[in-house]
C-alpha cells in the first residue's frame, strides 16, 4: 500500500520529533545507547519517506538536502557500522528542525 505525499510529510514530521525528544538522552551514560538506536530508527524513517518523495515535490523544496537525506538512511540502514555517532548528534543538535520547519511551510 503506498503513502500519499501528506502521510509522507507526517511521517518525516513524527520521526524528527521522536528524535528531539530522545536528543537529550543522546548524552547520557543510562539512556544514551537506547537513545541513539532510537534516533537511528527515527533517521531511518526520515530518509525512506524522503526516498519514496516524487522528484516534483523535492524539486519545489530546493533548499533541503534530499539526496543527503535519503543517504543517511542508506547508510544507517545497509552500511551501520560507517555510521559516526558525532554525526549523528550534529543531525539531531542542528539540521532536524530547520528540515522540520522547511516541510511546515511547503
Known amino acids: 500500500m503506498s503513502r500519499s505525499e501528506d502521510e509522507r510529510f507526517a511521517d ?24 541513539y538506536d532510537a534516533v537511528l530508527r527515527n533517521l531511518a524513517v ?3 519517506a524522503v526516498r519514496s518523495m516524487p522528484d516534483e515535490t523535492r524539486s519545489t523544496m530546493p533548499d533541503v ?19 559516526n555517532p558525532d554525526l549523528v548528534r550534529d543531525i539531531v543538535d542542528h539540521e532536524l528542525t530547520d528540515l522540520a520547519t522547511a516541510i511546515r511551510n511547503r
Do not use: K
Not at 518525516?12 to 537506547?34: Q, V
Not at 538536502?65 to 555510521?83: D, K
Open 46 to 48: 526520515v530518509g525512506e
Open 12 to 35: 518525516i514530521l513524527g520521526a524528527i520529533e521522536r528524535c528531539l525528544e530522545y536528543a537529550p538522552h543522546l548524552h547520557s551514560d543510562e539512556f544514551g545507547s537506547m537513545a
Open 65 to 83: 538536502p534530499w539526496a543527503s537525506i535519503a543517504g543517511l538512511r542508506n547508510v544507517v540502514v545497509h552500511e551501520y557500522f560507517r555510521v
